[in-house]
């Protein structure tokens, strides 16, 4: 039962109560959003250089080059 006034049974008027429910809506995604990027910059931050990878260090790459140009005195075995 609202009035003619615009105002509903307890004499509050709604319209403000709706556009503080929307403003508090809007904030809490945004609050969440934000949380949820700086969570991922922790993550990839704290992550960075972890994976594994199978190259020589600078320094055993020159031994290594240099060692493939020796010629091999075994004997070369072919595989058909």
Same mark, same amino acid.
């Given at each position: 039962?609202r009035?003619?006034?615009?105002?509903d049974?307890?004499g !509050?008027n709604?319209?403000p109560l709706s556009a503080?429910?929307? &403003?508090?809506? %809007?904030t !809490?995604?945004?609050?969440?959003?934000?949380t949820?990027?700086? &969570?991922?910059i %922790?993550? !990839?931050?704290?992550?960075?250089?972890?994976?594994?990878t199978?190259?020589?260090?600078a320094?055993e790459?020159?031994?290594s080059v240099?060692?493939?140009?020796?010629?091999?005195?075994?004997?070369?075995?072919?595989?058909?």
């Open positions: 039962p009035s003619s006034s615009g105002t049974h307890l !509050l709604p319209a503080f429910s929307l &403003v508090v809506v %809007i !809490l995604v945004f609050l969440t959003l934000l949820v990027l700086v &969570v991922i %922790i993550y !990839l931050y704290r992550n960075k250089g972890s994976y594994l199978y190259e020589q260090p320094a790459a020159n031994m240099q060692m493939e140009d020796a010629p091999s005195k075994e004997k070369e075995e072919y595989f058909i």
